[in-house]
């Protein structure tokens, strides 16, 4: 999860992935995942809205021009229509809005990778 923030949310939502099966890697940036041997083989990405460097949108949108398009679940703790548009318009998976529960995370990891358009 790249720009996941730090402390007991992150490693709660992140403990509910791997509690339901997923291998998860946590990185401070996009960057970083880019850079990352992960890269290549991630089946989802979430990602922060507003992270270091590259936003979540951004990254997302990179991935794709590189030819690699992997299911987005996009985290903002600043929701607004506007930013749902830009997402949905990008093809994000998914867009949530800080604070949210664990389980919230998982359903969109699981319908990102289903292929289904969950509902933001």
């Known amino acids: 999860m790249p720009g996941a923030p730090a402390g007991g949310h992150a490693a709660r939502s992140t403990s509910k992935l791997v509690s339901a099966g997923f291998l998860t890697a946590t990185f401070a940036d996009a960057e970083s995942f880019l850079t990352s041997a992960s890269e ?16 979540g949108l951004q990254l997302h949108q990179h991935l794709i ?15 607004s229509d506007a930013t749902r548009l830009r997402a949905r318009e990008a093809g994000i ?7 949210f529960a664990p389980d919230e995370l ?8 289903a292929g289904a358009t969950p509902k933001s």
């Open 40 to 55: 290549p083989r991630a089946a989802c990405l979430v990602a922060d809205m507003r992270m270091p460097g590259m936003s």
């Open 65 to 79: 021009a590189s030819g690699a398009s992997i299911p987005t679940v996009l985290i903002t703790a600043y929701p």
């Open 93 to 99: 998976d998914c867009c949530l809005a800080k604070p």
């Open 106 to 113: 998982l359903e969109c990891v699981r319908r990102a990778l």
